[in-house]
Nanobody, 114 residues
Framework: QVQLVESGGGLVQPGGSLRLSCAASGSISRINFMGWYRQAPGKEREWVAVSISGGSTNYADSVKGRFTISRDNAKNTMYLQMNSLKPEDTAVYYC????????WGQGTQVTVSS
């Protein structure tokens, strides 16, 4: 099982952009499913996006057209490019990887506020 470490969170104004990174401790090229969840204060964890080996991606309706998930297998890193951010995107963002079981990162805080 790979270990995952997120980075790139922070405070951004509405309409701004952030890029989150999820660095894995080992190769991600053969991991079929990697993606992102988020959890806002007082709410349940919400699935955001998935990257499927072979290049397919899928997104929650709430982020479709604004967020882009990608992988760099050479760097063993997955990314979440977030554009046109809204206050309702404020949450702790967690990356995950599905192998025999599911590995989780520790989370990175994203705050969208003026």
């Amino acid at each position: 099982q790979v270990q995952l470490v997120e980075s790139g969170g922070g405070l951004v104004q509405p309409g701004g952009s952030l890029r989150l990174s999820c660095a894995a401790s080992g190769s991600i090229s053969r991991i079929n499913f990697m993606g992102w969840y988020r959890q806002a204060p007082g709410k349940e964890r919400e699935w955001v996006a998935v990257s499927i080996s072979g290049g397919s991606t899928n997104y929650a309706d709430s982020v479709k057209g604004r967020f882009t998930i990608s992988r760099d297998n050479a760097k063993n890193t997955m990314y979440l490019q977030m554009n046109s951010l809204k206050p309702e995107d404020t949450a702790v963002y967690y990356c995950y990887a599905d192998q025999v079981g599911r590995s989780w990162g520790q989370g990175t805080q994203v705050t969208v506020s003026s």
